[in-house]
């Protein structure tokens, strides 16, 4: 059983940046391909980014955040991030991560993912 908690959400002016966690519980985090996904009110949810299991060398972003996000991962610490830059009100949505244990990066495969966190909240005023 692996637990996701996000963190690091909160209210940022367009144009600012935020830096989002989400750390595992578990033994096994390096066997998890981790990915983002959010969700506005009244829209479905939407894959962000992802990145691979084990060292992370592969990466993969919605186009409507290439340039702007990066995500990453510290198998040391459990921890995958998503950095968020340049953002604008249409980025406001609750931010989920997920994790599949060798799993692709394809937003399909994410999105039956084996273990998901509660969600952390990201509001960009204008």
């Known amino acids: 059983q692996v637990q996701l908690v996000e963190s690091g959400g909160g209210l940022v002016q367009a144009g600012g940046s935020l830096r989002l966690s989400c750390a595992a519980s578990?033994?096994?985090?390096?066997?998890?391909?981790m990915g983002w996904f959010r969700q506005a009110p009244g829209k479905e949810r939407e894959f962000v980014a992802a990145?691979?299991?084990?060292?992370?060398?592969?990466?993969r972003y919605a186009d409507s955040v290439k340039g702007r996000f990066t995500v990453s991962r510290d198998n040391a610490k459990n921890t995958v991030y998503l950095q968020m830059n340049n953002l604008n009100p249409e980025d406001t949505a609750v931010y989920y991560c997920?994790?599949?244990?060798?799993?692709?990066?394809?937003?399909?495969?994410?999105?039956?993912?084996?273990?998901w966190g509660q969600g952390t909240q990201v509001t960009v005023s204008s």
């Open positions: 578990g033994r096994t985090f390096s066997s998890y391909t």
């Open positions: 997920v994790a599949r244990q060798y799993g692709s990066t394809r937003f399909s495969d994410l999105l039956s993912g084996d273990y």
């Open positions: 990145i691979s299991w084990g060292g992370g060398g592969t990466t």
